[in-house]
């Protein structure tokens, strides 16, 4: 990790038509922070370089989380130490020790904020988090979130975090398809660094894009104009409360990267946040672009801290999710909520799962997919598929399983255990993401519920799953693809459900076992990590 200083008070002319209304200007509000995320080469340090060459006059404060043999653009130190640029500020650094943001470096990110902060005389307007390429913002985001009684938390603002995510368009279509993992990509992983190197390449991408407050599709110069289009259309399905903008090197407008800062029109001439071609409105300012919006009027949130840990049981490795029907985008993407308050007979899911095709093309055609559900696919080896999985190009939520055995050391955990079910481009997994709330006793509940999460408290409550039997217990599964069969996706799902027999034995099993024990402990082993199947 690399502290910089930086200062571009020297650039301002007198007079510069730049507002500033910065949140810091006030005694009562503290600098925020922007987490740059994005993977290896996606355009993070050129989008920092210009934040920090801002004619607005900023005073940034920025701390760079690289991974160990990947130094920060060393073009960007050069320059920064330069008394020319960027005011000429003294730069500090420090090197973290290997490990993942959302584990072993949590509490050093603190750290290295406070030692920023004591390192400059004159407080920031504002910090920029530029992040590794495997770092999972969401969960950098709940590290500060959750740094209330941090010293440093009387300096900057921790709560209001701003997460801006950089997509290279013009591999965004090949990264979906990927089958690697973040460590089977080169430089991408610290030596020693299981918990990132386990990552699946695609995943990583969803949850960037899916946790940004801006997304920045970025390279659109190396890209074509259909590539570009679709970067833009998925990623906006996969997080449509997102501002989106395309650009080239990075140049995004700049209130869009910081909080409370505004600018010129004239500095975003050549960003759209619009990508549909009937829109007339092609060279938008900044404040049009900020409102401007065609679709996506459902409620959209997501949070996906998730962990691999399949022993974790900490509750707050959670993810939420509100989702109702979506209209289709320029592209034909959209989504629904499969929800349920039964839990899953295992072995009838992963019947199902099985049976999921996986995609074989090297790269993202939606176009092509929308042709799927129209018939049967003919798969690699020239077997004929009508399944209606096919046509879904992300799925993701909470999924509660029944225990398959409640006999000595059966897998009772899983009465506790809710499951995260995540999908990707090819991949598939369910894993742990910690226990249920509704397995949580008193004042841990509370806490949980109140302390920590109150939106999502309140959202829970208001929804007909939670029982007082079984809590928050649920399927809540959102789907996301083009020109799918939705009727046929909840059929199949539907036919996984404990039927009502099923979940007689269930209360009856669950009651014997709790008159034996009262802990059913916290499995967690990977329930499912991949499909079978393969077509073109
Ligand atoms: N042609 C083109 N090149 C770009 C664009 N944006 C960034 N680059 C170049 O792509 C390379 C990688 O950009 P960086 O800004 O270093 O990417 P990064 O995400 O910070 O990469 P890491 O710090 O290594 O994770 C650099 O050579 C940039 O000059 C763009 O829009 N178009």
Known sequence: MLFLLSSTRAFVPTGVPLARHL????????????????FLGSGKTTTLKNILENKAGLKIGVIVNDVAEVNIDAALVKDARNPNSYGGESISSVQLSNGCAC?????????????????????FDHVVVELSGVADPMAVKGTFEGGGGHPVSKKINLKDTKVVTLVDSSTFGIDWM???????????VDEGDECSAGQKVT????????????IVVNKIDLSDSVRTSQAMEVVRSLNPTAKVFKSEFGRAPLEELLTGVSSPAA??????????????????????????????SHDHSTSTSSCSDSKCTDPTHDHSHSHSHSSANNAGITSFTYQ?????????????????PV????????????????????MKDGEKVDNPFISILRSKGFCWMAPNSWEGKGDQWRHETAM????????????SAGKWWGSLEGKEQVKMFLEDKPEEYERIMKTDWVTEEFGDRRQELVFIGVNYDEKKIRECLDECLLTEEEMEAYRRNLNNFKQTTVDVGSGGASLFSESTGNYN
């Not at 349920?340 to 999921?356: D, G, Y």
């Not at 995609?359 to 003919?378: F, H, I, Q, R, W």
């Not at 995260?420 to 997994?429: E, L, R, V």
Request: charged share 20%; net charge negative; hydrophobic share 30%.
């Open 203 to 214: 995943e990583l991408l969803a949850e960037q894009v899916e946790s940004a407050d801006t």
């Open 420 to 431: 995260y079910w995540s999908h990707a481009g090819k991949h598939f997994g369910i894993t």
């Open 340 to 356: 349920a308050s039964t839990p899953f007979n295992m072995n009838r899911l992963l019947n199902v799962l099985n049976t999921w």
């Open 103 to 123: 584990c072993s470096l949590s509490s050093e990110l603190l750290d290295s904020l406070s030692t920023l902060t004591d390192m400059s005389e004159e407080p």
């Open 359 to 378: 995609p074989v093309k090297d790269e993202l055609d939606v176009v092509a997919m929308s042709s799927y559900n129209s018939g049967e696919v003919t």
């Open 23 to 38: 949140s810091s200007l006030s005694a009562t509000h503290l600098p925020q922070i922007t987490l740059l995320g994005g």
């Open 267 to 296: 500095e975003t001439e050549k960003n759209e946040c619009c990508s549909n071609p009937k829109c007339e409105s092609k060279t938008q300012s900044t404040t049009e672009a900020s409102s401007h919006s065609h679709s996506h």
């Open 178 to 188: 990927s089958w690697n993992s973040a460590g089977e990509r080169e430089n991408w």
